[in-house]
């Protein structure tokens, strides 16, 4: 199994423009999260997806922010217009049944 | 805030030497869990214990787990360089609100001297 795979590693936009991360989690796995990590805040959960339903978005920190998972083996997070505080790495991270995660190497995100 | 708290901060030991990083809670969990993150890379899943268990152990790694203090401690034994990392607790809080959600520590930074 090649991992939880995220896409791009990094990426480096215009404040404004719009940005779209990419996960592709573990076959098989029914958990899917979205984290963010910065050095202020260290780990920050986004949002969760059960079978590929959002479970809890209260991460979410603004209506800039908005994630999908159209089916068991993708999903996107997307920022619209992103800000140079949005900069950070983004982790996707897969679980079955909620044993042990296996996060994703993370898209570093600059937003300039 | 629900998240895990964790001390040191930051840890510096020789080779050889155990290390012991410490974690604390607020709410009743399912589990805790034990990660660690290598500089520039993403979490990588050490150990789970379950809320009915006291002490696990994996390799050269000890996790204890006190329910009554909201308290768990990772020890890693006979540290190596390679150990040098940053090691975070995570904790999947009880409550059909929260099902399935882990929130992260802060992390200790290890340093592991050669």
């Known amino acids: 199994d090649a991992g939880v795979i995220q896409s791009p590693r990094h990426e480096v936009t215009e404040m404004g423009q719009e940005v779209t991360l990419r996960c592709k989690p573990i076959?098989?796995?029914?958990?899917l999260f979205w984290y963010r990590q910065t050095m202020m805040r260290g780990l920050e959960l986004l949002i969760y997806?059960?079978?590929?339903?959002?479970?809890?978005d209260s991460g979410m920190p603004e209506d800039r922010f908005s994630a999908k998972m159209p089916n068991a083996s993708f999903s996107t997070l997307k920022i619209q217009p992103s800000e140079p505080r949005d900069s950070a790495v983004y982790f996707c991270?897969?679980?079955?049944?909620?044993?042990?995660?296996?996060f994703g190497s993370g898209t570093r995100l600059t937003v300039v | 805030s629900q998240q895990g708290e964790e001390d040191p901060q930051a840890l510096s030991i020789q080779e050889g030497e155990n290390a012991t990083m410490n974690c604390s809670y607020k709410?009743?969990?399912?589990?805790l869990q034990w990660y660690r993150q290598n500089s520039g890379r993403g979490l990588v899943h050490l150990i789970l214990?379950?809320?009915?268990?006291r002490e696990k152990h994996s390799g050269r790694l000890r996790v204890t787990l006190d329910t009554s203090k909201k308290s768990s401690s990772l020890l890693i034994t006979a540290s190596r360089a390679a150990d040098t990392a940053s090691y975070f607790c995570?904790?999947?809080?009880?409550?059909?609100?929260?099902?399935?959600?882990?929130?992260f520590g802060q992390g200790t930074t290890l340093q592991v001297k050669p």
């Open positions: 076959s098989g796995h029914d958990y």
């Open positions: 214990i379950r809320s009915n268990e």
């Open positions: 991270a897969s679980s079955f049944n909620r044993y042990g995660y296996t």
């Open positions: 995570a904790t999947d809080f009880k409550g059909s609100s929260n099902t399935g959600k882990l929130i």
């Open positions: 709410t009743s969990i399912n589990n």
């Open positions: 997806f059960n079978n590929n339903v959002p479970i809890d």
